[in-house]
C-alpha cells in the first residue's frame, strides 16, 4: 500500500515556513509521497475564524508567543 499524505498549507503561515523542510524530511523518512495542496483564501474562510487582523487583541499577542516558542524548540534563526 502507498503511503500518501495531503499536505495542506498556506504559504504566508510562518507556521508553513518553519515546518515545510521538517515536514519533507519526515514524510521523506516514512517512505511517504505527498500530495502538495496549497490553502485559499476561500479555503480559510471556510474554517469560519476571523482573519489575524480581526482576531481579539489578546488572541493576536498570544499568537507571537506560540511563534516564538516554536522558533526556539526548532532551534529555527
Known sequence: MDKIVDYYFFAN???T????RRFGEIARA???TIRVRPSTPARYSALRRPPL???PPQRQAYRLVELK???DYLAFR
Do not use: D, E, I, L
Request: aromatic share 18%.
Open 17 to 20: 515556513y518553519m515546518g515545510h
Open 30 to 32: 516514512a517512505g511517504a
Open 13 to 15: 503561515s510562518p507556521y
Open 69 to 71: 516558542r516554536w522558533r
Open 53 to 55: 487582523a480581526k482576531r
